[in-house]
């Protein structure tokens, strides 16, 4: 663009030229005699102009060949540099048209793996259930005081106390609402999502022993063996682990569920969390 203002300025300054050179030689019509007050100036006028004449003349010929060369010039030079404007542009928008494409196609993959990639998960998970039937028929836990935060660690604050327990030798009354016997589990709110793998603490959830799982929930789609304690505190000495039993656990798609046999008496009782 700055050679081009150049080229420009110059076919200017020579048009300059050009009409200075035309002034003085047509200085005459503006008052050319004003300026020569005896006749000999006259006449040194005429011859002066008569020796002038031939060579502006053929100056201003030479000027406007010259002009015209410029102008052609010029407008060549503009003419490439358009086309090569152009051509940038339209370089510029296949580029981008390509980039576009490029984009298009690339989402388009990901959306055919992921929808492959669901569709496999889609399959496993059917597979997985057809092994494991525990992952559609379960029962549900789910009263709210089994979760670990009922109670306030007091034996006061752990009524009304409830036990996992169905015998003829216990008031029906003391079984846990939700509690039908051994078989699979799955915990929900407002109890909690799943078994504490740590004590919860004496006298929380609602029993006086808090049945926790000693292990750890799988990582994996799976099943595997795990052994359910139940913490209790008698005479300021606390057990951890004072009855156990053996369980299982298995992950299915978003959620666990739980082997889960009845306790060896009354009072114990499996609690709930919504963390490990």
């Not at 029962?139 to 015998?167: F, M, Q």
Request: proline content about 4%; some cysteine; glycine content about 6%.
């Amino acid at each position: 663009r700055n050679t081009q203002k150049i080229k420009i300025s110059r076919k200017l300054n020579m048009k300059l030229v050009l009409f200075l050179v035309v002034t003085l030689v047509t200085a005459e019509d503006w008052g050319w005699n004003q300026y020569f007050d005896t006749e000999t100036s006259l006449e040194n006028d005429g011859v002066l102009k008569q020796m002038l004449n031939p060579d502006i003349e053929s100056l201003l010929r030479s000027l406007d060949t010259k002009l015209g060369l410029i102008d052609s010039k010029l407008t060549q030079a503009l003419e490439i540099e358009n086309t090569r404007k152009a051509e940038k542009v339209a370089e510029k928008e296949e580029q981008q048209r390509l980039e576009r494409e490029k984009e298009e196609r690339a989402r388009k993959e990901r959306q055919e793996e992921g929808s492959q990639c669901l569709q496999r998960e889609e399959e496993f998970w059917q597979e997985f259930e057809q092994l494991h039937p525990e992952c559609e028929d379960y029962k549900i836990l789910n009263d709210s005081r089994r979760s670990v935060h009922h109670g306030n660690g007091t034996y006061e604050g752990a009524e009304p106390r409830k036990c996992d327990y169905i015998g003829i030798d216990i008031d029906l009354e003391r079984t846990s609402p939700d509690w039908v016997g051994t078989g699979w589990y799955r915990l929900l709110a407002p109890a909690g999502t799943r078994i504490p793998e740590s004590p919860p603490g004496q006298w929380q959830c609602g029993s006086s022993y808090q049945g926790w799982m000693k292990g750890s929930h799988p990582v994996i789609a799976g099943q595997t063996n795990v052994k359910f304690c139940f913490e209790h505190k008698f005479r300021d000495v606390e057990s951890r682990c004072h009855y156990s039993i053996e369980g299982k656990v298995t992950r299915c798609k978003d959620y666990f569920v739980y082997y889960l046999d009845d306790p060896p008496s009354c009072s114990l009782r499996y609690c709930a969390t919504d963390h490990f």
